[in-house]
């Protein structure tokens, strides 16, 4: 069975700063996909970023990088230079095949 | 480009009604899913649809709630009777491509709060 654990019940970080939101998975699944979901207060899950389980760089969107380690089975997402619109509710999920499995999520407020 | 569309927003009901839930997902998309996501939980998947035949509904509470998508198109979900523990937020979301990268593209989802 696959399962995302995300520790970080919340998370405060200062505008213009960078801040890491971690992630953690299991799973026996050879061929897998790593995503990172935003979800403002109006509800809307929006999609950030994805990592292929084969891919061997780290993927990048803009403002958004996910740290990907293997080994340790980790898929943290840094947001560079935050912004205040960065305060929401911020999701990691496993997919294989387009089923995804969520982690219960990190609250992410930016102060200015 | 129309994102998916969801409807009823809100609805407040008692326990033991019935309740129904619409989405129409982007054009094209073929796939379709109906999460369900309990205050301060990820969403949880309860139904996948591929055109208009279901791909998996283990985790669907099949004595009470029921979902179609006739014509591969629109979907329903329906709850019947609801429970206080129903209580929750229902995302519909929908899919074009198959496979490792199949980002799925979500509504606003519905809100149901059950007294």
């Known amino acids: 069975a696959q399962k995302i654990t995300q520790t970080q019940p919340g998370m405060f970080v200062q505008e213009k700063e960078a801040v890491t939101l971690d992630c953690t998975y299991d799973?026996?699944?050879?061929?897998?996909?790593l995503f990172w979901y935003k979800q403002p207060s109006s509800g809307e899950m929006i999609f950030l970023i994805y990592q292929g389980s084969y891919d061997e760089q780290n993927a990048t969107e803009g403002r958004y990088s996910l740290n990907f380690q293997k080994a340790r089975k980790s898929a943290n997402l840094v947001i560079s230079a935050s912004q205040l619109g960065d305060s929401a509710m911020y999701f990691c999920?496993?997919?294989?095949?387009?089923?995804?499995?969520f982690g219960a999520g990190t609250i992410l407020r930016v102060k200015s | 480009e129309a994102g998916v569309a969801q409807s009823p927003r809100y609805k407040i009901i008692e326990k033991r009604q019935s309740v129904a839930f619409w989405c129409n997902p982007i054009?094209?998309?073929?796939?379709l899913y109906w999460y369900q996501q309990i205050l301060g939980q990820g969403p949880k998947l309860l139904i996948q649809f591929q055109n208009n035949g279901v791909v998996d509904d283990s985790q669907l509470p099949k004595d009470r709630f029921s979902a179609e998508r006739l014509k591969g198109v629109d979907s329903t979900l329906k709850i019947q009777p609801a429970k206080l523990e129903d209580s929750a937020v229902y995302l519909c979301?929908?899919?074009?491509?198959?496979?490792?990268?199949?980002?799925?593209?979500f509504g606003e989802g519905s809100r149901l709060t059950v007294l």
């Open positions: 979301a929908s899919s074009l491509v198959v496979g490792p990268r199949g980002e799925l593209f």
């Open positions: 054009s094209g998309h073929a796939t």
């Open positions: 999920a496993m997919g294989h095949g387009n089923k995804l499995v």
């Open positions: 799973t026996s699944d050879q061929s897998y996909g």
